[in-house]
């Protein structure tokens, strides 16, 4: 079957690269550039695939659960999928003027483990969403975490080495907690498959112990508020490529898992108090977060604690997708957000990446000179504010407004409030930023030269973050496949 | 009798598990928080033997066994991982701790600037 | 969609493609880019022209995709539509060519006239959305497009302005957010229909559209600068005057009040909306909003805050038309909201006139400006009679039929309130007109700027010259069939017809 082979190809051909751009370090870029080739043309067939055929299967070595490994594709894991694929596109034509560019003498050596590494790394995503077992889960977590925690260490200073380790320690204990659960939950039930399991489950001390386990686990893994200590130092001081590769997907695969038990495996356990209490969680991020950000000094911080805040909103679809028979706007409007936030905070990161490099700083307040003179990167930096800010068209305002429509026809009022603000305050920390590009300045500083691609890339994930909110309606669609929700796409009208 | 059996072997897989996270979360030193996820590892895979152990039966369920293989193997990675990026960190920061004010320092991507470091060019 | 959507299309696309185009071109390249400016709004105004004909001939135009999960993005041209985006298309050929004379010697002009097409195109767009999803995208581009306008020059205070411009702007659009979200919620996707489409929600759920209501005109009141959402307009005079120019007769200040009008007439329906109860209301603020902004611009020697209080309760007079039941003054409010873009514009061009020109930025400076440039004083003093209300002129055709119909529907203290705005329009346009002529000039000019033969340039010129033309125009022949109020009283007669 094609689309078996195209889920197959997904995890074997980055992973192939990785190895190979580990012996063969010159040709590292060509082997993420064929990748990224590669992975584009195996979704399009899956894609086709799903959309005409239901969820696909690909048993590996043809050994199906529960010895075997099972990958599965439906419409969440195709969205993540395509995400990644995007996101990690961007950076591979972003990197290769990232570490060209310096007049810095590691950056040859930092570009020969970059490749592999983050050639791993996304190898380890696109297992993560194709997994059908939450052991394999366990693996892909740990592959992810792994590959994302040297990868910040890859700047060799001594504040990266310090977030690395600090992320890795989070990382691993957090691991284990979800590793205990799934035995607690295999010992239970008998097997490992997400299909199966919400059959198979029933509510009891063991289970809820076993979920509030991995749940822990995989919250920490996903900087939800209040374990998200470690995600700013760790953003911030990574390579510019790094951080956006960090707050655009490895975050995200945590938030995927969380979805999969929560929604797939284990419905029944998920209460109102649950949800509300992940719903909770999340308001406190967006709030926190955006607070945070607003008073940081250096722009990187600033963007890191944008991301903590825009996790809160994908913990929302939480308490709004949990009425099944109507959840289906609060799930797609979720997920869309978390592919707009992904596409807005790679360009940000990307854009902030550029003015780093030609300033030499990153101090908000001194940047006045800096973005007169590169003013797509600016631009960029603007546009991705836009869909954060979640301003229409962007995709950002698209998952928004689902989310909006999904509390309001629910009476969830308290979120719409948490809405509402989240989005002033975060208008506030991203015209905090774009003022400096307006600002008149007596003289112009002196910078390094920035390669052009590093700023297309930028302005073209930018571009792309606001244009998609057009598309919206056929992610939606989408994700209908396998979705655990079920519902109509708006609520309102003859309904009400 | 194979129930209170494992039993004991759960409890104390559980209480090495919780052991250990006590000790990454208290322990500043590197190689005892290290070693303390260790021991959190070594409690899980206990907890993964002594379910294998409750199928009725002589022979106990391979499949926990086999993902304790797996787990092993992670581990034994998790483990070199950590211990080399510690000593990245001992030769960057002359200690064996993680240091929370170091967090603060220039997020500059040109090379190390810090102070005792002399080579690399002054951030502009 | 049919084919006759693709003349929407075209005439968005006009400014568009035009303002995209100039972000690629270098700052150096000045013909090119006034070239391309000018043919940009000449393509405009035809398809416009084109669009005029179409509709009064009940030719409909459509065109829409899917956006939103169950929502449309969907443009359309109603008698409403063509109204507000002749206006704009209009303004902005004259602005443009005004904007190229003031800014002869400015940095930074490609990213002034790349941003200033895409103001444009928002605006034009808003005028063309024909449901409320299409309108709110707009609504926030314009806020999105303006901010550059806004803080263009780049010093502290063009900073300080822009940031208080966009915390009311962003804030309002949040809260029209809200107000839509809740609406669809309840109603589903809601297009833009005369006389409204909520007639059966209203008996269902009254308290929750007046609820709605109120958040709409909160969201769109901020940039129609009604009181007490207005405070970031005076702010906002740190812009270029021919930014100035452009929010506060086409853009910004007549996107609000466009966006009042759409509430009320096709969304709620007038009839609805009385019924409710939210008029009244709504009439106060606005009646509130006159007065304020008259007497607050009495105290103003800045002139271009006095215009700018000036437009914060002429703004009011179209909201006030709107809010007050009956066709009369539904064509007093439509036909202000010409009107008034006319006049507010020309004496912007002429207060911009005198800065560039002549350093005057005061009214006390303004002593015998009338002799050393009289056409520009003479297009500055039609402008000021009109918004007065001097017949024959623009202002006084749009003040009677608002008069009338206050009287119409009983609302006799809204005729008090349009009489002391009048009253107060004297008080503080008079006086500049008498110092500018019969006054003579100062020893020491503030700081002169010769710019060859003639007061000033000629681009600066014939923009105010044309404006004051069509005000007068607008007010002599407005009971011909090819004025403004001709117009207006077509829409007139679709709302509240058979």
Redesign the interface.
Known sequence: MIAASAIALLILAPLAAAALAFALPKLGRWLALGTAVVAGAAIVQLTRAVLAGGVQTHRVGGWGAPLGIDLRADGLALLMLMVTACICTAISLYAQGYFRSGHDDEAPHRERYFWPLFLFLWTALNALFLSADIFNLYVTLELLGFAAVTLVALAGKRAALTAALRYLFVSLSASLFYLLGVGLVYGQCATVDLASLASKAQPGPTLWVALALMTGGLIAKAALFPLHFWLPPAHANAPAPVSALLSALVVKGSFYILLRLWFEAFPALMTPGVAQLFGGLGAAAILWGSVQALLQARLKLLIAYSTVAQLGYLFLLFPLAAEREGGF?AW?GGLIFLGAHACAKTAMFLAAGNILHAAGHDRIKDLDGITHSL?ISAFAFGMAG?SL?G???SSGF?GK??L??SA??QGQWWW?AVI?IG??LA?GYV?RVI?HA????AEPTTQNPIPPVMEWTALTLALLAVGL??A??WV??LLRVGAPVIG???????A? | MPDADHRIYLLAGAALFAIGFYSLLVQAHLLRRIMALNVMGSGVFLVYIALAAQTPGPIPDPVPHAMVLTGIVVSVCATALALALADRVQAATGRVELLDDEDAAAPSDTTPVASDEHKGKPSA | MNVHGLLLLGILLSSFVTGLVIFFLKEESHRLRIGLNLLGAAAKLIFVVALIMGVYRGQTYALA???????E?ALGADANSVLFVTLSTVLWFWTTLYAVGYLEHSPHRR?FFGFFSLCVTATTGLALSANL?TF??FF??L??STY?LV?????KE??RG??IY?AYT??G??VL??AV??L??????VVFKERGVLQALASS?PTELQIIFLLFMIGLGVKAAIVPLHGWLPKAMVAPAPVSALLHAVAVVKAGAFGIVRIVYDVYGADTAAQLGVLHPLAIAAGVTIVYGSVQALFQDELKKRLAYSTVSQVSYIVLGVAILGPAATIGGLAHLVHQGLMKITLFFGAGNYAEALGIHRVSEMNGVGRRMPLTTAAFTIAALGMIGVPPLAGYVSKWYLQKGAIQAGEEWVALVLGASSLLNAAYFLPILYRAWFLSPPEQPAQEHRFGRGETHWMLVLPPLVTAALVIWAGVFAESPFSPLAWVKLIAAREYGP
């Open positions: 706007v797609s003013p836009l800010v301003l229409p068209p698209a407004w689902l909006l429509n309001l026809a719409v509402f989005s002033l208008a015209v003022t307006f600002t008149r300045v909110g057009f919206s309606h939606a669609e109509p796409v708006l609520m309102g009208g003859a009400s | 995709f899917e956006f939103l999960p169950g929502i993005f990213r999803i709110l995208t926030e581009l806020t999105v550059p803080v263009h020059r780049g010093t063009a900073m822009g940031k966009l962003l804030t659009g949040a957010l809200l979200a809740w669809h919620s309840l109603a589903g996707p759920h």
